[in-house]
């Protein structure tokens, strides 16, 4: 294929501190081929400081704008011949070049309830987004090509017949991480890492450490609100809970290094980033039996009833009688999950974008 000008959509990226949308779209642009000539589309020169340095950018309108449907007005200027979006909501109306767009998971269909940060009028037009399948089907339908980040949200799109366009599969990654030393300390110790919305379940986790015994702790990384922590505390043993309030990176692989494993009793996700990023560093998991964290996790991993605080106390008990074996083996399961792959199925479904609209006006 001769050497496209493809843009990449960048609006999306957080300014401060990544969050999912954000690092997946960082990790892509940081492992892009050469053979192709990149532009990254931002919205705020100050995205660029998150994203790496040296590629050529232009700004566009913020994703959130009134004008989104209609943004391949000012795209189509860029004299671009494809753009990738890591989102499905950039609007395509217009446009005069191939477009391929990602939708992450489906989750928000069954848990409606929206990101706490967005303002009131995003958060209601979320929730009426998520009503129906038509409105998904229409987005999908607008591009030439679509991006999901696991096999188990694959699936779901078909099972759910919410696009006639390709879909191509770029598996959400991390960057790799100095592993822990095997022989280093051990602590009775559990990482949780997420939110506190009602799915993700933390209430099982923090009732089962009690069944565990006096001595287990479970760290709890993420920023969390007075309420949470107070309804928390009251399910666990006094100082069995250790909050850690928006652990730095630094502070979080630390953690990591000494715990037992990673655990998250999630009745849904779309992902599970936190998996992969323990695994990496030889930190087994202990998580819920949902598709995508067996797809995750494999037979490194372990499994509990999310529903079942006895079950989660059970799976741990399991992870250590062998420790050794699935510490060795998450380090191995975790290195399918890199960015300079997934990089490259992106790319490939932007070719393939290319040359079936090329096709198409043949």
Known sequence: MTRLRVGIDCRYVRIGRHDGISRFTAGIVGHLPDRHDWVLLVHDERQLESLPDGLPWEAIPAPTDAGEPLVARHVNRLGLDAVFSPMQTMGSRGRRYA????????????????????????????????LAWWPQRLLLDGADGVVTVSETTAALIAEHRLTRRPVTVALNATEPAT????????????VYMGSYMPYKNVETLAAALPLLGPDWVLHCMSRVSDAD????ERLAPAGALVFHDGASDEEYLTVLRSATALVTASFDEGFGI????????????????????????????????PRSPSAVAAAVRRLELRW???????????????????????????????????????
């Open 229 to 232: 922590r107070a309804r928390l």
């Open 99 to 130: 477009l391929v767009l990602t939708l992450h998971d489906l989750i928000y269909y069954r848990n409606r309830t929206p990101p706490r940060e967005f303002s009131w009028p995003i958060r209601l037009g979320w929730r009426a987004f998520h």
């Open 274 to 305: 936190p998996l992969v990023e323990a695994m990496g560093v030889g930190t087994p998991v202990a998580v819920s039996d949902v598709p995508v964290f067996r797809e995750i996790g494999g037979d490194a991993a372990e499994y509990f009833d």
């Open 324 to 362: 050794d074996e699935a510490a060795a083996a998450s380090l191995e399961r975790a290195a399918r999950f890199r960015w300079r792959d997934s990089a490259e199925h992106v790319v490939a479904a932007v070719e393939r974008a290319v040359a079936d609209r090329a096709a198409h006006r043949r």
């Open 179 to 190: 592993p822990r030393d095997p022989e280093g300390p051990r602590e009775r110790s559990l």
